[in-house]
């Protein structure tokens, strides 16, 4: 694999984000259809491709989830943002080089400013930022899985922040998903489980995605008609961070 181009991807993927998030954030009553159209067109310019639209027929571009939808929500005609919003933007960048795929990976959680504006939600924000800062800290070669899982729910604890089993970070490189598959939590999952993420560690060079799915209310959720958004049973609000980290001797660097 060629660390320089995954590097160079991952820039390319934190600027997608930071673009995204301007038009979000200027713009008002913005579709979430209008900013999946303008990733295409970001990835055009720079000559790469969306990671998503199309894997297993998923319709978007990037993912673009607002709210009480937990993940996997993707642009649409009808849902305009407002101020208050709450706007996760996940985005995959893939490249192509010496015929072979590489993919980067990241996401994050912001609000759109103006009226509902919530402090609540800034805290949710902010709660998953250190999750994933501790998180990182703990990123190196050697690492068991299970530490990390329980750094994630030390500092969310703090915070009265609940992680989500549901959904895992993972490997990432020259597919999109790959092992290891790693948890941001142990509470609620079973023994074997645990065992597992006691017992698989990192190796240097492992490129993994770190990526804690939390809220302050109930983890139940169900999923939309459009078999995609997972959204709150109960309306409350989730967030999402994440980055592609590389795994390293003595911790890690920061791809996307």
Same mark, same amino acid.
């Given at each position: +694999?060629?660390?320089?181009?995954? @590097?160079?991807?991952?820039?390319?993927?934190?600027?997608?984000?930071?673009?995204?998030?301007?038009?979000?954030?200027?713009? /008002?009553?913005?579709?979430?259809?209008? !900013?999946?159209?303008?990733? &295409?067109? $970001? $990835?055009?310019?720079?000559?790469?491709?969306?990671?998503?639209?199309?894997?297993?027929?998923?319709?978007?571009?990037?993912?673009?989830?607002?709210?009480?939808?937990?993940?996997?929500? $993707?642009?649409?005609?009808?849902?305009?943002?407002?101020?208050?919003?709450?706007?996760?933007?996940?985005?995959?960048?893939?490249?192509?080089?010496?015929?072979?795929? %590489?993919?980067?990976?990241?996401?994050?959680?912001?609000? !759109?400013?103006?009226?509902?504006?919530?402090?609540?939600?800034? +805290?949710?924000?902010?709660?998953?930022?250190?999750?994933?800062?501790?998180? &990182?800290?703990?990123?190196?070669?050697?690492?068991?899985?299970?530490? !990390?899982?329980?750094?994630?729910?030390?500092?969310?604890?703090?915070?009265?922040?609940?992680?989500?089993?549901?959904?895992?970070?993972?490997?990432?490189?020259?597919?999109? /998903?790959?092992?290891? %598959?790693?948890?941001?939590?142990?509470?609620?999952?079973?023994?074997?489980?645990?065992?597992?993420? @006691?017992?698989?560690?990192?190796?240097?060079?492992?490129?993994?995605?770190?990526?804690?799915?939390?809220?302050?209310?109930?983890?139940?959720?169900?999923?939309?008609?459009?078999?995609?958004? %997972?959204?709150?049973?109960?309306?409350?609000?989730?967030?999402? !961070?994440?980055?592609?980290?590389?795994?390293?001797?003595?911790?890690?660097?920061?791809?996307?």
């Amino acid at each position: +694999m060629n660390l320089d181009y995954f @590097r160079k991807l991952g820039k390319i993927n934190r600027d997608l984000i930071k673009f995204l998030a301007g038009i979000c954030v200027t713009n /008002h009553n913005t579709t979430t259809a209008s !900013i999946d159209l303008a990733a &295409r067109d $970001f $990835f055009k310019l720079h000559k790469v491709k969306s990671g998503v639209i199309g894997y297993k027929h998923f319709p978007g571009h990037v993912c673009i989830s607002i709210n009480d939808e937990v993940v996997h929500g $993707f642009g649409k005609d009808d849902i305009q943002l407002k101020p208050g919003d709450v706007v996760t933007l996940d985005c995959v960048t893939k490249g192509h080089l010496d015929d072979q795929d %590489y993919y980067v990976d990241a996401a994050d959680t912001f609000i !759109i400013p103006g009226e509902g504006w919530s402090e609540e939600n800034a +805290m949710l924000i902010n709660a998953l930022n250190v999750c994933l800062s501790v998180a &990182r800290s703990i990123v190196e070669d050697g690492a068991r899985l299970i530490d !990390i899982a329980q750094a994630c729910d030390a500092a969310a604890d703090h915070f009265g922040l609940r992680i989500t089993p549901q959904f895992s970070g993972h490997g990432i490189g020259n597919v999109l /998903h790959k092992g290891p %598959y790693l948890l941001h939590t142990v509470k609620g999952i079973p023994g074997h489980e645990r065992a597992k993420l @006691r017992n698989t560690t990192l190796t240097e060079g492992d490129l993994i995605c770190v990526e804690p799915i939390g809220t302050f209310g109930s983890l139940e959720m169900v999923l939309d008609p459009d078999k995609w958004t %997972y959204r709150a049973k109960h309306g409350n609000i989730f967030g999402h !961070i994440e980055k592609t980290l590389l795994v390293t001797k003595e911790g890690c660097e920061v791809i996307s």
